[in-house]
């Protein structure tokens, strides 16, 4: 158990919290030039060792370098997608809007952990996509994703879900954050009522471990539920993480037992550098049908590929089951 204050961000911080070996370094370091690195104290805490399930997650490996020849920088094609800045669009009723791009840890196997300039959408660069949204009727839901939107300071992510709630046609809306397991007293009385809106809002939490529930992660979604908002997981099948079918159980139950219910196991994207954490799919299906009838059903996402190329999310099908 470390007991650091600080979110550690580079080698030499990583090498002080013990969780790199001395001599790796210089190695890690190039990685950090490359990728940002991110682990705030919530989840350096939690770490046992750099190869453990989190200690996977979130320390920077000098495998990262190597770029597999199907590897991309842009996987799914989300650029393709944005038609301005802090927008994708691809599914007729619902678009993305990325209001900043950090995020309060740079997961290993994220592609969004290339490392963002200034990663904050300007006031105008806001109103633009306001405009945007607003001069498209089909657009029933805005999924604030980024980066993390639950980094936002209370009351600006207060004034976006305010302008998104006045557009008519927006009937729903939807953050997607790791903050609730990563940095649980972000989530604060402050942010819980931020996120209690007029129109409904469901937080989608992002959380791979089963040990990523701590009693702080717990309390924030507590604060949260207590205002009425409904909670959905949504979690990345990878190596050495979650890859067994009794890892997933314990996930998705703990994920049940905070009041989340499991929406989404995605296939893991093909990111440039992650090729340690790859799970054929074949195995990935094994694993779900493996859970099937073990465990209730309340507690099963669907599992699914997101397609290089922008054509979209699928579900990866179970023949055994047909
Ligand atoms: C994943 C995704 C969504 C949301 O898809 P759901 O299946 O509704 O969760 C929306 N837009 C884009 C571009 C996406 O990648």
């Given at each position: 158990m470390r007991l650091g204050t600080k979110t550690l961000r580079d080698a030499d911080a990583l090498r002080g919290a013990g969780l790199i070996a001395p001599a790796a370094?210089?190695?890690?370091?190039?990685v950090g030039a490359r990728y940002a690195i991110a682990i705030p104290p919530a989840l350096a805490g939690l770490i046992e060792h750099a190869d453990d399930p989190l200690g996977r997650q979130f320390v920077p490996d000098p495998a990262e370098l190597i770029t597999a020849p199907h590897e991309s920088a842009d996987p799914i094609a989300d650029e393709a997608l944005s038609p301005l800045k802090g927008i994708v669009h691809r599914y007729p009723d619902r678009a993305l809007l990325k209001p900043l791009l950090i995020c309060p840890v740079y997961c290993r196997f994220c592609f969004r952990r290339e490392q963002v300039g200034d990663g904050v959408l300007t006031a105008a660069e806001l109103d633009a996509a306001y405009d945007w949204l607003r001069a498209r009727p089909a657009i029933r839901e805005v999924i604030l994703t980024g980066g993390d939107p639950l980094l936002l300071a209370p009351r600006r992510l207060g004034a976006i879900l305010q302008a998104l709630e006045a557009i008519p046609h927006v009937e729903t809306l939807r953050v997607h954050s790791?903050?609730?397991?990563a940095d649980p007293a972000r989530?604060?009385?402050a942010m819980a009522e931020v996120l209690a809106t007029e129109k409904p809002l469901w937080?989608?939490?992002h959380a791979n471990h089963v040990r990523e529930f701590s009693a702080e992660a717990r309390a924030a979604l507590r604060r949260v539920q207590a205002r009425g908002v409904p909670c959905l997981g949504q979690s990345v099948l990878l190596r050495g993480v979650n890859d067994s079918a009794q890892a997933l159980e314990d996930l998705f139950r703990a994920m049940l037992a905070a009041r989340v219910k499991p929406y989404y196991l995605h296939h893991l994207d093909a990111a440039p550098g992650t090729a340690r954490f790859a799970v054929p799919m074949a195995e990935g299906r094994?694993?779900?049908?493996?859970?099937?009838g073990r465990v209730t059903g309340l507690a099963l996402?669907?599992?699914v590929?997101?397609?290089p190329g922008g054509l979209?999310?699928?579900p990866i099908a179970t023949p055994e089951h047909v």
């Open positions: 370094r210089d190695a890690i370091a190039a790791r903050v609730p397991v989530l604060n009385a937080l989608v939490v094994r694993l779900m049908a493996a859970l099937r996402p669907t599992y590929l997101d397609r979209g999310k699928v």
